[in-house]
């Protein structure tokens, strides 16, 4: 299984970036995929997940400004940001295994696949 993404770059404060990660070589009937981020130095922690129940969850500190969504024709996972916030400036990865329960879909070590990450810098 490979996960790649894309679309990270650089914005200013209030602009939008959509990041996109396209999976090969899954398989399985169901997935759970989810998006985390990371500071240099600083725990990883999640933004937000999705799975083939359909059901998403957010991070408190981007509800309501990012959005994420999955195309499985294009077998492809999506986070969409707007309102970009200079806290928001991480290197973005993208995560995905067969299922992850509800409660434990904000954690890490419960996804078993993991792309190379894609960076978002954000000015003021």
């Known amino acids: 299984v490979q996960l790649v993404e894309s679309g990270g770059g650089s914005v200013q404060a209030g602009g939008s970036l959509r990041l996109s990660c396209a999976t090969s070589g899954y398989t399985y009937k169901t997935i759970c995929m989810a998006w985390f981020r990371q500071s240099r130095g600083k725990e990883r922690e999640v933004v937000a997940s999705?799975?083939?129940?359909?059901?998403?969850t957010y991070a408190d500190s981007v509800q309501g400004r990012f959005t994420i969504s999955r195309d499985d024709a294009k077998n492809s996972l999506y986070l969409q940001m707007d309102s970009l916030k200079p806290e928001d400036t991480r290197k973005y990865y993208c995560?995905?295994?067969?299922?992850?329960?509800?409660?434990?879909?904000?954690?890490?070590?419960?996804?078993?696949?993991w792309g190379q990450g894609t960076q978002v810098a954000v000015s003021s």
């Open positions: 995560a995905a295994d067969i299922w992850v329960i509800p409660g434990a879909r904000h954690r890490d070590w419960e996804y078993k696949f």
């Open positions: 999705i799975c083939s129940d359909g059901t998403t």
